[in-house]
């Protein structure tokens, strides 16, 4: 069984930067292999794919320019850069094995709050 802990997050004024982390771990885990991706849930919305990563990089429009997405393979790490925050990126954010939304496993997640 696979486990994702997220961490990174916090309060940050608009136009601020944060950078979240997400540690994988399992022993049967091949993190290098696998397609990783952020996600995030904002206040009363559903989830929200934000960026994805596997041999390249693909970002949700709303984030693109500012979100940068990447992955330290020898250490099971996965990144999400973001710069130019915006209020409407407050959520909480949360890593995980890319696939469709309805059957992906939540950890605890991270929460980012932008103010204005």
Not at 38 to 59: C, F, N, T
Not at 88 to 112: F, L, S
Request: proline share 3%; with cysteine.
């Amino acid at each position: 069984q696979v486990q994702f802990v997220e961490s990174g997050g916090g309060l940050v004024q608009a136009g601020g930067s944060l950078r979240l982390s997400c540690t994988a771990s399992g022993s049967t885990f091949r993190f290098s292999a696998a397609i990783m991706a952020w996600y995030r849930q904002a206040p009363g919305k559903q989830h929200e794919l934000v960026a994805v990563i596997d041999s390249g990089a693909s970002y949700v429009d709303s984030v693109k320019g500012r979100f940068t997405i990447s992955r330290d393979n020898a250490k099971n790490i996965l990144y999400l850069q973001m710069n130019s925050l915006k209020p409407e990126d407050t959520a909480v954010y949360y890593c995980t094995k890319y696939g469709p939304i309805a059957t992906r496993n939540w950890g605890q997640g991270t929460q980012v709050t932008v103010s204005s």
